[in-house]
């Protein structure tokens, strides 16, 4: 058995990948993760947890660890708990037993991970204040870390910083990266309906083409990122479902076309948004039509804290080493409604390395158990550098070493 280094009694490996294997079989959708949050809160009760809640922002699930010393600082460490609407094509002895339903974004492993610092900090307690530690629902689409701050989770448990974690295929496994400022995209779907005149394909003067008109909306959206948008700035402008007609005989009387906007910035954001409204409107007129553009915002730009960011940095370092993390990783499209929480609290999310595996949100992912250590570690020892205990209260068995408090197996 591979246990902690310095509290062997304290948590093991293969317990915490025990639990991931356990949520990687049993996935929920959305906000329907009523047996997660059940587990995760009996879990939580019996490692000890100065305060378990559920339901905060539907399912999420809310804990409070409070060190051997009082003190001013409360840090939030945020996990998210959902699953993807994906089957999964693994045959992982694991393996999800919901048709349709697979962990297929590692959510069960950052859980697991959070879950395995829970226990560390109930054993351990190195630190003065408090550390609340957030299981969230429906990360995927469903908004759920704006539903827990709307439910007043910052206030209520007294968040003063907040932090997250996620996984990253195609860094290796013990490797971490962030940045600060920008480092993922907002998130926005626009849906366009366009309105013609359908008429016998032999004779198209006779109606107004909708197909054509679409068509024309999609090659002009493509012009927005390169006409519209600082060539320094990130956009990307994605029409990625047309849907009409029925019959290959007929020029249909409507269209409806959808996709996704992504930018890294509230000014880009807007200013993509406005030309696309006048893009749809002004190419419809001119071609007799009508059209309407519904465009709904998601996620926002995430944003880490530059200070938050030194300080994961910091902590990251301690564990892995420099050469290990990298400070400077580049910006992603792809949206995270973590996002939500750090519009409303200082913070960061960093990546760590989940080796070489398939992407994310593909129907073969799995999360790897070999990151598991170095996720425990990088929360344990955040808790215990932001908020230290004082010299008179330390001894060398409490003594915070670079190790990681699980050794990976090999």
């Known amino acids: 058995m591979t246990t ?5 009694s304290i948590l093991a490996l293969e317990e915490v990948a025990s639990w991931r294997h356990d949520l990687h079989a049993n996935p929920e959708l959305l906000y329907d993760c009523h047996r997660t949050s059940g587990k995760v809160m009996d879990l939580l009760r019996g490692f000890g947890c100065d305060e378990v809640v559920g339901g905060i922002g539907g399912t999420g699930v809310v804990a409070v660890v409070r060190g051997q010393e009082d003190g001013p600082t409360t840090i939030g460490l945020r996990a998210d708990m959902d699953a993807l609407p994906i089957e999964e094509t693994g045959r992982l002895p694991y393996r999800s037993v919901c048709a349709g339903r697979m962990h297929a974004c590692g959510h069960d492993g950052h859980t697991s991970m959070l879950l395995g610092a829970a226990k560390a900090l109930c054993a351990t307690r190195r630190f003065a204040g ?13 908004a759920g870390a704006q539903a827990m701050v709307d439910d007043g989770l910052m206030e209520r448990f007294g968040i003063q910083q907040v932090y997250a974690m996620h996984n990253c295929p195609g860094m290796p496994v013990g490797h971490f990266g ?8 907002a998130v926005d779907y626009p849906t366009i309906d366009i309105e013609g005149a359908g008429v016998h394909a032999a ?16 090659t002009a959206a493509q012009g927005i990122v390169a006409r519209n948008v600082d060539p320094l700035a990130c956009a990307a402008v994605s029409i990625t479902t047309f849907e009409t007609g ?5 020029i249909p009387a409507k269209v409806r076309l959808s996709g996704t906007v992504r930018t890294l910035s509230e000014q880009v954001r807007t200013r993509v ?8 409107a002004g190419i419809a007129q001119a071609h007799g039509g009508k059209a309407t553009l519904s465009y709904q915002r998601s996620q926002p730009v995430l944003v880490n804290d530059r200070l938050a960011s030194a300080v994961a940095a910091a902590v990251a370092k301690r564990i892995v080493g420099d050469a290990c993390v990298d400070t ?5 499209l792809a949206g995270e409604d973590f996002a939500f929480m750090l519009n409303v609290r200082p913070g960061a999310l960093i990546w760590i390395g989940n080796g070489d595996s398939a992407p994310l949100h593909h129907p073969a992912y799995d999360f790897n158990d070999r990151a598991l250590s170095y996720g425990v570690s990088f929360w344990t020892r955040l808790v215990e550098t932001q908020m230290p205990i004082t010299a008179s209260t330390s001894d060398s068995s409490a003594t915070v070493t670079s190790r990681p408090l699980l ?3 090999s």
């Open 178 to 185: 962030l940045r600060a400022g920008p480092m993922m995209g």
């Open 246 to 250: 029925t019959a290959r005989s007929v």
């Open 407 to 409: 050794q990976p197996t």
């Open 273 to 280: 948004e406005q030309r696309l409204r006048e893009l749809v």
């Open 328 to 332: 400077e990783f580049t910006p992603v």
């Open 203 to 218: 004779s198209p003067h006779l109606g107004v083409d909708p197909v054509l008109i679409g068509a024309h909306i999609i």
């Open 4 to 8: 902690l280094s310095a509290e062997p």
């Open 130 to 142: 408090s550390a609340v530690l957030i299981f969230q629902p429906a990360e995927e689409g469903g």
